[in-house]
């Protein structure tokens, strides 16, 4: 079935650092892709999103690019600040019959010290 | 900028009780949906819902689970009767269902623990 990966967090990086957080997913058709971030305390915020082959979708100096050849979305920013500690979650959606739903990685903690 | 609401935010439960958890979904949405996360585990679908109906399920929703919209404005998820294993985040989300505004906006979740 449809699934995403992610790597294991958690990722601990000093500010200012580089970050990469890798995602692959295995979907049948041509799933749109979405990066959603976790703040403590709070829901599920949308990041960014991809909705086809190279695309790229950034947001507040993150970027990920839909990659179909390697079925990757890995989300990157240059310089982190401790405010980017949260918990970052890659999704896919399926459309089914209209409907849609989330596939959801497990999630990677990000901890960004001063 | 409205928000999509959820109570209680934190819940404990004996085994085999009834829990009912309530979300406010944002006023304009038309598709709602809730999810579960067992602590250390992912995000999981468990139901979307439209037009007062269920649209699709996951095989996590059994007949122990249950979703309605009473009143136009709280979509509440039922657990009849609780398991350990119950124990989770629950997620509600939703979207207006309009082509292009399709992202899914969620609450801030409740944690629930059944002992």
């Known amino acids: 079935g449809d699934s995403v990966t992610q790597m294991e967090g958690p990722v601990t990086l000093s500010e200012e650092a580089f970050l990469t957080i890798n995602c692959t997913y295995t979907a049948t058709g041509y799933p749109s892709l979405f990066w959603y971030v976790q703040y403590p305390g709070e829901g599920l915020q949308l990041l960014l999103k991809a909705t086809k082959a190279d695309d790229k979708g950034s947001n507040k100096g993150f970027e990920a690019t839909y990659r179909k050849e390697t079925t990757s979305f890995h989300l990157e920013k240059g310089s982190v600040q401790v405010s980017d500690s949260a918990v970052y979650f890659c999704a896919l959606k399926k459309v089914s019959g209209g409907y849609n739903k989330l596939i959801f990685g497990a999630g990677t903690r990000l901890a960004v010290h001063p | 900028e409205p928000e999509v609401t959820q109570t209680p935010s934190h819940q404990v439960t004996q085994m085999g009780q009834e829990v009912i958890l309530r979300c406010v979904p944002i006023?304009?949405?038309?598709?709602f949906y809730w999810y579960r996360q067992i602590l250390g585990q992912k995000v999981e679908f468990l139901v979307s819902?439209?037009?007062?109906?269920?649209?699709?399920k996951s095989e996590i929703f059994d007949d122990q689970f249950s979703v309605e919209r009473p009143d136009g404005s709280n979509f509440t998820l039922k657990i009849r009767s609780t398991k350990l294993e119950d124990s989770a985040m629950y997620f509600c989300?939703?979207?207006?269902?309009?082509?292009?505004?399709?992202?899914?906006?969620f609450g801030p979740g409740t944690r629930l623990l059944v002992l």
């Open positions: 819902f439209y037009n007062n109906e269920i649209s699709e």
């Open positions: 989300a939703g979207h207006p269902g309009l082509a292009g505004q399709e992202t899914q906006y």
């Open positions: 006023s304009n949405h038309l598709y």
